[in-house]
């Protein structure tokens, strides 16, 4: 029990930002091959199982099962993409995690 007169103690940062004191932060990282966002304590083995299974197509930067380049740019989705629109894309693909993250938080 506080002595009288004394300051209350404020609430920790974690209540204020609504995570629970007790777990650690979560940080994410981007797989070099799939460019997902990833759990950092889960890259390592992701990125050894999504270099396995995928490969990125040089002409539009998706991420293909291995074996299935060819008929990827075949089937015509694959089109090739300039270096600026692939910047271009891979930021509304941040913008659009990234927000879907705050929502969850959120919400």
């Known amino acids: 029990m506080a002595a009288p007169g004394a300051r209350p103690r404020s609430a920790p940062l974690a209540v204020h930002l609504g995570v629970p004191a007790h777990e650690p932060p979560v940080v994410f990282a981007e797989c070099s091959n799939c460019s997902k966002s990833i759990l950092n304590a889960n890259l390592a083995l992701h990125e050894a199982h999504c270099f396995r299974l995928y490969e990125?197509?040089?002409?539009?930067?998706?991420?293909?099962?291995?074996?299935?380049?060819?008929?990827?740019r075949g089937d015509g989705t694959c089109q090739e993409v300039s270096k600026a629109?692939?910047?271009?894309?891979?930021?509304?693909s941040l913008r659009q995690t990234s927000s879907s993250r705050s929502a969850e938080t959120i919400g």
């Open 85 to 92: 629109g692939g910047h271009v894309r891979r930021l509304q």
């Open 56 to 72: 990125r197509c040089s002409r539009c930067g998706a991420s293909i099962k291995r074996g299935s380049i060819e008929a990827h």
